[in-house]
């Protein structure tokens, strides 16, 4: 009985040893700012701290990539990171700090510049660039790709910004105008992230103009296996 109780000790003893030595995984955030319009929603660290679920699970990994889109292909880039750890060889008061100090840096990093008046927005090969970046990274967690935008593309050579909500374009059609303008596709397999839209629309015009395009996107990013919704707040 002695022994049974023993093994028993053990067994547990090695259960949890072997829980707190797990590795943890690193879930990774991107996010996308369209700085060229002052109504576009903004993140901020209220309403992403509490998604990012570092109370949830200490010892995960997090991985915050922000991207400004403006009038250039390649926007600001910044990236936050705080590893995942074994808690069996760290201290949780020390990685409580880590935390604390990452949710201050990440505030900071969401802070946003005076918006200029942009003449033109690029923004399809931005959300295509760093959707396939995205879903090619060997990170052990949830991805996720945030695009807080009108996705209003505005260029001398392609602009929605007057497409008519009753146009009778093909909506493919509309897809592949942005494909062969900018040179670039979005990859066959995306089933490893979810996607949202993030948007507020000022009247029902821009209203219907915005939902005809962002079901283009939804559409498309779905057709590659992708999770999407579209939303006025995260």
């Not at 570092?54 to 995960?60: A, E, V």
Request: aromatic share 8%.
């Amino acid at each position: 009985m002695h022994n049974l109780k023993l093994i028993i000790i053990c067994m547990v003893g090695l259960a949890l040893l072997n829980s707190s030595c797990k590795n943890h995984k690193t879930n990774e955030w991107v996010l996308l700012v369209d700085q060229t319009d002052t109504s576009i929603p903004k993140p901020t660290i209220h309403s992403l701290q509490p998604k990012l679920e570092l109370d949830k699970n200490k010892w995960n990994g997090i991985k915050v990539k922000k991207v400004v889109i403006s009038n250039v292909k390649y926007g600001e880039e910044k990236i936050l990171e705080i590893p995942s750890k074994k808690a069996f060889y760290s201290n949780e008061f020390e990685r409580k700090k880590e935390i604390e100090q990452f949710i201050l840096n990440l505030d900071t990093m969401m802070q946003v510049k005076e918006e200029e008046d942009y003449k033109q927005s690029i923004i399809f090969p931005i959300i295509v660039r760093e959707a396939n970046i995205l879903s090619k990274s060997t990170l052990q967690g949830k991805k996720r790709l945030i695009i807080y935008s009108d996705l209003i593309e505005n260029t001398n050579l392609i602009s929605f910004r007057k497409l008519p909500f009753s146009s009778n374009e093909n909506d493919m059609d509309l897809w592949s105008k942005l494909e062969n303008h900018y040179d670039c596709t979005l990859l066959e397999d995306l089933k490893s992230i979810e996607i949202s839209i993030v948007y507020r629309t000022k009247d029902f015009n821009h209203s219907q103009r915005f939902s005809k395009i962002a079901e283009i996107y939804k559409q498309k990013f779905e057709e590659k296996g992708a999770k999407v919704n579209i939303t006025s707040t995260i």
